[in-house]
């Protein structure tokens, strides 16, 4: 098919599942191909932020810190696990 589109839905369809339509032919595209080839892994990067010991310690760093306005702890330690901050002193 021209269209990938369209041939993605014709291969999703119940017609196919069923084996009432197959595959005659398939063209690799340049979208198609996969590298292999092994690439350098981003290397996580972690920061630990000491002295911060209670929530409002932890919700108030990462507000100031993004410039955020977050209220609950869930929510700024959500925001400090994106951006790889660990608190070692905090104790819940």
Excluded at 13 to 39: F, M, N
């Amino acid at each position: 098919m021209k269209n990938k589109f369209y041939q993605d839905l014709l291969e999703s369809s119940e017609l196919c599942k069923q084996g009432l339509v197959s595959l005659v032919s398939s063209i690799a595209e340049p979208s198609d191909v996969v590298d292999d080839t092994p690439t350098e892994k981003k290397q996580e990067t972690t920061e630990e932020v000491k002295n911060i010991r209670t929530a409002a310690d932890v919700i108030a760093y990462i507000n100031e810190r993004f410039g955020k306005d977050y209220r609950t702890l869930a929510k700024a330690m959500n925001q400090a696990s994106k951006s790889g901050i660990i608190f070692p002193d905090y104790n819940e």
